[in-house]
């Protein structure tokens, strides 16, 4: 059995509804609390996490993204054997061969020779896009927690 409770409090134009949803028996663990935030000019549901996204998390995110991006054109180009001579090639391969050098040799490349070029596999390129997205996430994660006010919730 549960008990729901809502509450309704203002702040500013928000309105926060607290759902409490409490087992009725003896091994109670701790407390579950869902929580709902309403724009009220627009009266719409913001999701929590959304909403509690800091500056600085947005900025890991945004950061992330371009990395994301440079690692892909760099997949892209590699595979499909862009010439190495182009400015806008080049520009990518030497941005993001430093953000690799800590996976190089983990995996040997794949080179496979064409008529006019030379596409070549990087495992490298692939784990590297995603050890950033986990670091990104986990540093996103942890400014979460080091900066939730509520220190009795987990």
Same mark, same amino acid.
């Given at each position: 059995?549960?008990?729901?409770?809502?509450?309704?409090?203002?702040?500013?134009?928000?309105?926060?509804?607290?759902?409490?949803?409490?087992?009725?028996?003896?091994?109670?663990?701790?407390?579950?609390?869902?929580?709902?935030?309403?724009?009220?000019?627009?009266?719409?549901?913001?999701?929590?996490?959304?909403?509690?996204?800091?500056?600085? =998390?947005?900025? +890991?995110?945004?950061? &992330?993204?371009?990395?994301? !991006?440079?690692?892909?054109?760099?997949? %892209?180009?590699?595979? #499909?054997?862009?010439?190495?001579?182009?400015?806008?090639?080049?520009?990518?391969?030497?941005?993001?061969?430093?953000?690799?050098?800590?996976?190089?040799?983990?995996?040997?490349?794949?080179?496979?020779? =064409?008529?006019? +070029?030379?596409?070549? &596999?990087?495992?490298?390129? !692939?784990?590297?896009?995603?050890?950033? %997205?986990?670091?990104? #996430?986990?540093?996103?994660?942890?400014?979460?927690?080091?900066?939730?006010?509520?220190?009795?919730?987990?």
């Amino acid at each position: 059995m549960e008990n729901n409770s809502l509450v309704n409090k203002s702040r500013g134009n928000l309105e926060v509804e607290n759902q409490t949803d409490i087992p009725m028996d003896n091994q109670v663990i701790g407390e579950m609390e869902n929580e709902r935030i309403i724009d009220k000019k627009t009266n719409r549901n913001l999701k929590k996490k959304e909403y509690k996204i800091s500056k600085i =998390g947005k900025l +890991t995110y945004y950061i &992330l993204g371009v990395v994301e !991006i440079l690692f892909a054109f760099r997949f %892209a180009f590699k595979i #499909l054997g862009a010439n190495t001579e182009s400015a806008f090639v080049s520009f990518i391969y030497s941005s993001t061969k430093f953000l690799l050098v800590p996976f190089t040799g983990i995996f040997r490349e794949a080179v496979t020779d =064409g008529i006019e +070029t030379k596409a070549v &596999l990087e495992p490298t390129l !692939i784990i590297g896009m995603a050890v950033y %997205a986990v670091l990104a #996430l986990g540093i996103v994660k942890l400014i979460e927690i080091s900066s939730h006010k509520d220190s009795n919730t987990l």
